[in-house]
C-alpha cells in the first residue's frame, strides 16, 4: 500500500520492520537480518529487552510529558546522577536532548555563551576538523567537515575553521611513527588558533573516534592529549563529539578515557538511550556550569522534549542493564575477538587496505589496490554495492564513501549490539566477506 511517508529516498521500496528480538530484526517479508550495526550505532543493547521496554510502559503510566520550565522529574534527575558517576573528571552537568544533533547545537550555545557570563563576548570563533560529522541541523552541519553533506546547505551555514583530521593511515608520511603524527597533527590546532586570534576563539570540536565519514578512525596516540594541552594554554573550550563512540560503545563509559583526557563538554546520544527512545545529552564540566550559575543564572537554550520523563526512564534502565550485566566487559572481550576475525579475514585481502576501530566499534576500508592504498573509483559506489550484498544475505551494515575527501573511498562500519556473543561476531564477519567479494564481482573491470 502507498503510503505518505517522505523517505531518504524516494525511489526506494523499503521492507517494513515488525519486530526485533536480541541482534535480529524482523521484516513483513518474513525474512530475518542480522543487526550487525545497530542501525547507526545506537542499539547498542539489541532489541527487545525486556528491562528497558517495561522501564517505558511503567513511566508511560506514571507521567509521559511535563515542560521543563515547570518541573524536573525522577528519571531525568536519576539518569542525570548516573551519567555524572559514569563521566570521568568534573563532568557532572547534564543537559538532556531528543538527539545527537540537538546536543551539539546544545554544546555549541552552551560554549558561546560560556565566553558571555565570563566577559569575552569576542570568543565566537570555532575549529572542527574535515571528513568529521556532527549533525544534520545547521550549526552541527556548519561544524561538519563532510564536503559532500554541507555542499547543498554551504550558503545557510555560518563561518567555522576546518584542520586535516587525525587519520594516520591515510595522511601518515612515509615512515612516520604514530606519535610523532599525533603531535604534528594536533600542531595545525595550534596553528589555527594563531592565525584566527586566541582571543576570537571559543572551541574545538572533534569526534574521539571519527564514525561514519570516514569509519571507526580512532586518534592516534597523544593527539587527544596534545589538543587538550593546545586548548588549555589558549583557554579555549574542548568540545568532544561521543555520539557514536561513546556511552560504552568503544569499552568505557566514554570513549576519551582510553585517552586520559577530559573535555570541557562531551556530547552523547545513539547508545544512551540504545534506540527505545530518542535521547541524547550534553555534558559539561563543574567549570563551565559554575560561569551560568554564578552569573545570569539561565542558560538561554531550550527544546520542547529536553529531559522527557519517557526518554529518560529508558536512558535510565539501559544504564542499569549495562552495569548489572557487566556490558562493558563484554564490549572490550567482544571487541578483541571482532577485531581479530576481522584481521584473519580480511588481514591479506587484495581489497582491504585498512582494519581499524575501538570496541564494539570497527570498520575495514576497501581499496583499489592495497599497496598503493589507491581507492576504488568513486562511482562505482562499491560501499552501496556491499551493502545491499549484505542486505541479500541477512545482514545490515553501515557503509559510507567519501572515506578520505567526502568524494573518494569505501568503508564498512560495524557496531553490533553489546550482547553479540562470539559465534554471532563470526557470523557477521563471515558475511560481510561474502558480501564484500560479491560487491566487488559487480564492479567493472579495473
Known sequence: MLGHVFHRSTRKTLPRVIGGEGIELLADNGRRYIDACGG????????GNPVVTK?????????????????TNEPAEALAQAIAEAAPGSLNWVYFLAGGSEAVETALKMARQYFLERGEPKRSRIVSRRQSYHGNTLGALAVGGNAS????????????SFIDPCFYYRYANPGESAEDYGRRT???????????????????????????????????????SAVRAIC?????????DEVMCGAGRTGTFLSCEQ??????????????GAGYQALGVTLCTDEVYAAFAQGSGAFQHGHTYSAHAIACAAGLAVQQVIREQRLLERVNVGGRYLRQALIARFGSHPQVGDIRGRGLLQAVELVADRESAAPFDPRLKL?????SAAFERGLLVYPGGGTIDGQHGDHVLLAPPYITTDAQLEQIVGLLADAIDAAIRTCPAR
Open 232 to 240: 588549555d594554554k589558549y583557554g579555549v573550550l574542548l568540545i568532544l
Open 383 to 387: 560501499h552501496a554495492r556491499v551493502k
Open 149 to 160: 553533506r554541507r555542499a547543498p546547505y554551504e550558503p545557510l551555514l555560518t563561518d567555522v
Open 40 to 47: 547507526a550505532a545506537v542499539s547498542c543493547l539489541g532489541h
Open 186 to 224: 594536533a600542531a595545525l590546532l595550534e596553528a589555527e588558533i594563531l592565525r584566527l586570534g586566541p582571543e576570537n576563539v571559543m572551541a574545538f570540536i572533534a569526534e574521539t573516534v571519527v564514525g561514519a565519514t570516514s569509519g571507526a578512525v580512532p586518534p592516534a596516540p597523544g593527539y587527544l
Open 55 to 71: 522501564a517505558i510502559a511503567d513511566q508511560a503510566q506514571r507521567i509521559a510529558y511535563a515542560h521543563t520550565s515547570f518541573f
Open 259 to 272: 585517552d586520559g583526557v577530559t573535555p570541557d563538554i562531551v556530547i552523547l546520544a545513539k547508545g544512551l
